[in-house]
């Protein structure tokens, strides 16, 4: 394993702060490196291929290129191995401090604070530095318990070797990785100087970076990767304001734009009917039972949405525009924040007229083909109200949407402890909407509080001969 040179190729992006043209220097100078590390290394390898057997090379390595250097010289490979040695660990010592400090600076594990200090003009990493070397002490003095392997070389520092090789291999599966999602995803951002850079180099690398680590050791890889993905649960969990942004989102942004384009291409047939929920409520802080039911008739299938109408007086057009993204905000802390209800989005509307604004929303409120099918709406307790909710189900009918009518569910809450009882009624008219209704139906019987309860269908008729359809 030719480690010590091959790890310093990342140094440049460690200290990209002390570049004076980072954005030029980083990409030449890896670029370089590792151009002329190929060149080195693949002369050497052919070379001691040649003149020495496997098992030789194997078994004694350090051994063989000593006793065998011409003219007595092995001296001079014995203060080579300890100039790249010293090299790449004065290197890594300047550098891994200051990423240290980084990560400490924006405050993404809170215990690393302390590290983010620095000291002198160039905000030097005195905490950073002064931790790593202990830890850096530490591990010399334990791999030394273990003295030497049968080719001649310390045996804890094999480990130690290997240890750190699954840590660059891993931190350059990451660079990989990053890059590969901002290209695929078609980051806006995401501006490589390289003119030959293309994604699939970057998944190449990933996946390369990825199987040499497991063919170099399957368990301390795997070991590594459950350690790595430990850290990403515990920054996920974390709510913290990062100076970066978040590659995923430019890649789900992607893949989502992608596949709205081949969802509107492709033929809509009755049998992909899915549930998309519009729900409009004046007072969501009070009918937090409508985001409930919603979200069990949608059961992880389709959509839902709720809608905040916000009427202003005459005169309050600009102040009440002005409020939408506040009314947005609340929006999501009621939904998301207190009450857990992740698979609804809020929006809000603001207007001066609820019966214009209704029409015209439920007519713009889609992204291509995905637009409700489903609108849900209180039945109003005033019934000075009563005539304008009609109008609002004729305006859902025209736009061949189905409506959902909630009543009498004045202090209604949730017990996630009580199984529900009874039955679920269906009474059918005889229209054309037997379908969604048993659907919807049929969905809310499957929930876990609900699975107590049996469907009935109910129909009135004055006709005897109809009993029997």
């Not at 014995?78 to 090299?87: C, P």
């Not at 005195?126 to 030394?144: E, K, Y």
């Not at 389709?302 to 809608?307: D, T």
């Amino acid at each position: 394993m030719f480690f010590p040179a091959l790890t310093g190729i990342m140094a440049g992006v460690n200290m990209s702060g002390d570049l004076k043209n980072p954005s030029k220097s980083i990409p030449k100078g890896i670029l370089y490196t590792i151009l002329a590390g190929f060149v080195l290394y693949a002369l050497e390898i052919l070379i001691c291929g040649g003149a020495f057997k496997r098992e030789v090379l194997i078994n004694e390595p350090y051994k063989v290129l000593v006793n065998s250097a011409p003219w007595n010289s092995g001296f001079l490979l014995t203060i080579g191995v300890a100039a790249a040695t010293l090299s790449t660990g004065l290197g890594l010592f300047v550098c891994a401090p200051r990423v240290l400090q980084a990560l400490a600076n924006d405050h993404i594990i809170p215990c690393l604070a302390v590290f983010g200090k620095g000291r002198g003009a160039h905000h030097e990493p005195f905490a950073a530095t002064v931790l790593l070397g202990g830890i850096v002490l530490g591990i010399i003095a334990a791999a030394s318990w273990k003295g030497l392997s049968p080719s001649g070389m310390s045996a804890g520092m094999n480990q130690v070797a290997e240890i750190a090789s699954m840590c660059f291999l891993l931190t350059y599966t990451m660079v990989n990785l990053a890059a590969f999602v901002e290209s695929y995803g078609k980051n806006p951002s995401f501006r490589p100087r390289f003119k030959f850079f293309h994604w699939s180099v970057a998944l190449y690398g990933f996946l390369a970076c990825l199987a040499v680590s497991f063919y170099i050791n399957f368990w301390s890889a795997g070991i590594a990767l459950l350690v790595v993905w430990g850290l990403f649960i515990v920054i996920k969990r974390r709510k913290f304001q990062a100076a970066f942004g978040d590659a995923r989102r430019g890649f789900l942004y992607s893949r989502i734009r992608e596949n709205l384009l081949a969802l509107a291409r492709l033929p809509y047939d009755p049998k992909n009917w899915r549930p998309t929920i519009s729900i409009l409520s004046g007072k969501p802080e009070e009918q937090l039972y409508m985001p409930y039911f919603a979200s069990i008739l949608e059961a992880d299938r389709g959509i839902v949405s709720l809608v905040k109408f916000v009427e202003y007086g005459p005169g309050e057009s600009a102040q009440g525009l002005s409020e939408h993204q506040e009314e947005v905000r609340k929006l999501y802390d009621l939904l998301w924040t207190q009450n857990g209800l992740y698979n609804v989005f809020p929006e809000a509307v603001v207007c001066s007229d609820y019966d214009r604004s209704l029409q015209v929303f439920l007519q713009a409120h889609l992204i291509g083909p995905l637009k409700p099918n489903i609108v849900m709406m209180n039945y109003p307790e005033n019934p000075m109200r009563v005539e304008q909710n009609i109008r609002h189900l004729h305006t859902i009918q025209a736009l061949n949407m189905s409506a959902l009518m909630m009543m009498n569910f004045g202090g209604y809450t949730v017990n996630p402890d009580r199984m529900i009882r009874g039955t679920i009624d269906v009474w059918w008219r005889g229209t054309p909407n037997l379908s969604v209704m048993l659907i919807l139906a049929n969905i809310l019987r499957s929930d876990p509080l609900w699975l107590g309860t049996e469907l009935r269908i109910l129909r009135v008729t004055r006709k005897e001969e109809d009993i029997s359809s």
